[in-house]
């Protein structure tokens, strides 16, 4: 077949495009789809490309159905900002943090971990009415729908039977200048109940400690019939926020762009996710790559009228190496800029909790910033120190409580714990925390090597040893032995060693690694935090008892003590206590600030506190005192503990006399039920809890 010049074929394929020109520049970026050139339309006519279709399939059963669906509807995209008399301005920013929070499964269904226990609902409530949350630093104040003053308790003993309960942050953006937070919040309140279409039982704190005043807001989830409230999450997402919004917009006023325009300045160089990185993250999306700040550029409507702020923005992100400027104008934002940022927003957060804490105790100006350290997760390290502050952690929306410690080793430290382990932990007192010891502990090859061959362990004999080396232990030997029951009694509860009598125990022939074992598993889950004395240092330099200054003092292995912060403060408190023993005859001054104690100077010191305690316990209760001597049998009920100097002791009650002996963690959960057991050398208990079916844990 002839063919000629004319003749050709057309292959259509794929359409490629190299590089488009742009104001005599060559851009490189990936050209959009028609897709995506459809979407940028859509946004920037103020659309949202990913409803197109519907609502479509949501992630949860309060988003699917429930109350508030109509007005979330009309909220969900309402503009904020409008014109009037030729000037734009918007309604105010409120933020609206909010938590479904599940107290108790569906009829028939089974309680997992997502349900939250009745004691830390009590907690919670606790740490929102802590001391330091007003505008005079004092305790917070919980309010109702009627009544300046509620019961916090009432409420939640109402709630103890409901499935689940809401949790509300709402922070206006310019609530420093509320005249009347409560009014506020009632307002807010009753335009929810217009909205859901039911009365709301609920109960609010405010609090003033942060840079932004905030209100808390528990809502039973019930309805005024009784039933299950159910609200839908568009309502709890958006709803919320524009209806506080509105009311705060009442009383302060629309903001006028100018005022926004300066807000957004104060932002520019704000380590912490801001609006600005939002607007450049949204025009980077319509992009499909970058972020075009080009004046000449199509973009979105609030990047066009807040170009130079996004471009000192983009600049502070790039020494920050979250941005790069691909060419003149056209940015690209690294993907985890917004982790990082809110990241460092959350840690900018944490150091403001821990600069307040010390500034409350007049220690701000002596503790330097460089010493501050946060902890991400559990403690890793072991440190002691005295309890700066504690409150709800994170957002103060979970059930994670934060504890800020200024250590002896001159660092302030910051950690978040479970509430169940920090129950009995109060600013002032001295505690321990972290993980265990790197590597078996002394006392586990202790135990193993007095068992010998025979893998049986004897108390008795053991401490015939250490009385025969008292010279060069030192310390009492009866404590000494005493603690090693201790802690077979903790092994023996998670199954490594077997008590066979009250004089002998199975030991395993490998039991350093098993307590090594156990001691890292505990850590992790328990936190490890351990109160050493609830009194602070000036207490216990004058106490007629025994405090954790004797226990340092007289201890093997002493806490290590850093010539400066709260390290310090701990030498000069000891050394008053030194003379102070001296003073009182309880030792002889050696010179050089060394004294010389009797070995059994620290039991001698607590069997005073216990004496002088217990008789005034026993005499409240209408009891005869009864101390307890080493071998006697001790039975009765528990009826709670008493924290002294001396540190946590148990109150035993037989009906006829009362008793104090040393508290152990076993004892938490046999409060108000009958225990019994063998007292010990030293002081402690050899219980026999789980031995019957009664008295099984």
Excluded: C
């Excluded at 502070?316 to 800029?337: D, Q, V």
């Excluded at 002998?504 to 109160?531: H, K, N, S, Y």
């Amino acid at each position: 077949m002839a063919r000629d010049d004319d003749d050709f074929r057309l292959r259509p394929g794929k359409i490629r495009d190299h590089g488009r020109a742009s104001g005599g520049r060559r851009s490189y970026g990936r050209p959009p789809s028609f897709s995506g050139q459809v979407q940028q339309a859509i946004r920037r006519a103020g659309g949202d490309p990913s409803r197109l279709n519907g609502p479509g399939k949501r992630s949860s059963r309060f988003n699917e159905r429930g109350r508030g669906v109509a007005a979330a509807a009309v909220l969900r995209d309402r503009n904020p900002w409008s014109r009037t008399t030729g000037l734009r301005s918007r309604s105010r920013r409120v933020a609206v943090k909010a938590r479904v929070v599940k107290l108790n499964p569906q009829r028939g269904g089974a309680r997992g971990r997502q349900f939250v226990s009745a004691k830390s609902i009590d907690a919670h409530l606790r740490y929102l009415q802590r001391d330091g949350v007003t505008k005079d630093g004092a305790k917070g104040q919980v309010y109702s729908a009627s009544q300046d003053v509620e019961d916090g308790r009432a409420f939640v003993e109402r709630g103890r039977e409901d499935r689940h309960q809401f949790r509300f942050i709402v922070s206006a953006e310019e609530g420093v200048e509320l005249s009347d937070p409560q009014a506020t919040t009632r307002e807010l309140m009753k335009q929810m109940e217009a909205d859901l279409g039911t009365r709301l039982d609920w109960i609010a704190v405010d609090h003033h400690n942060t840079g932004h005043p905030h209100t808390h807001i528990i809502v039973r989830g019930v309805t005024d019939e009784g039933k299950t409230l159910n609200i839908a999450g568009d309502y709890i997402a958006f709803g919320i926020r524009e209806r506080a919004s509105e009311v705060v917009t009442r009383e302060l006023g629309r903001q006028t762009e100018q005022e926004v325009s300066h807000r957004l300045e104060r932002e520019v160089d704000a380590d912490r996710f801001t609006r600005l990185d939002r607007m450049l993250l949204a025009e980077q999306r319509t992009r499909n790559e970058l972020a075009d700040l080009r004046p000449d550029a199509e973009t979105l409507e609030t990047a066009r009228q807040n170009r130079a702020l996004l471009i000192q923005r983009a600049r502070k992100l790039e020494r920050m190496g979250l941005a790069t400027e691909i060419e003149p104008g056209r940015w690209s934002l690294a993907p985890r800029a917004e982790t990082v940022l809110r990241e460092l927003g959350e840690r900018g957060d944490i150091i403001k909790a821990m600069h307040r804490a010390l500034d409350r105790e007049g220690l701000a100006d002596a503790r330097s910033l460089a010493g501050y350290v946060v902890h991400r997760g559990n403690v890793t390290e072991s440190l002691v120190g005295r309890v700066l502050d504690k409150g709800l952690g994170g957002d103060e929306m979970g059930e994670r409580v934060r504890l800020v410690i200024d250590g002896v080793d001159g660092r302030v430290h910051h950690f978040e714990m479970d509430p169940a382990h920090a129950e009995d932990i109060q600013r002032g007192m001295i505690v321990a925390a972290g993980a265990a010891q790197a590597g078996p502990r002394a006392s586990d090859r202790n135990i193993l090597a007095v068992a010998g061959k025979e893998g049986i362990y004897r108390p008795s004999k053991h401490l015939e040893q250490a009385v025969a080396t008292i010279d060069r232990l030192g310390g009492d030997p009866s404590a000494y032995i005493g603690s090693h029951v201790r802690r077979l009694e903790a092994l023996r509860r998670a199954g490594h060693v077997e008590r066979i009598d009250d004089d002998q125990w199975r030991i395993p022939a490998d039991l350093p690694e098993r307590g090594q074992a156990f001691d890292l598993a505990r850590d992790r889950t328990a936190g490890r935090v351990i109160v050493l004395s609830s009194s602070g240092l000036d207490q216990q330099i004058s106490h007629d008892g025994a405090t954790w200054l004797d226990r340092e003092l007289a201890s093997r292995q002493r806490t290590t003590l850093t010539n400066s912060g709260f390290g310090l403060e701990v030498m000069e408190a000891s050394a008053k206590r030194r003379r102070w023993l001296v003073n009182e005859g309880y030792a002889t001054d050696l010179g050089n600030g060394r004294i010389r104690a009797p070995r059994d100077l620290v039991p001698r010191l607590e069997a005073r506190d216990i004496e002088r305690a217990g008789r005034a316990l026993a005499a409240e209760r209408g009891r005869e005192w009864r101390t307890v001597a080493p071998g006697s049998p001790i039975s009765g009920q528990l009826v709670g503990s008493t924290q002294l100097a001396s540190g946590r002791f148990a109150m035993i009650d037989d009906g006829l006399g009362f008793s104090l002996v040393p508290w152990r963690p076993v004892l938490e959960q046999r409060v108000g039920r009958v225990v019994s057991g063998v007292a010990l050398p030293g002081g402690d208990v050899n219980w026999s809890l789980g031995r019957n079916r009664e008295l099984g844990l």
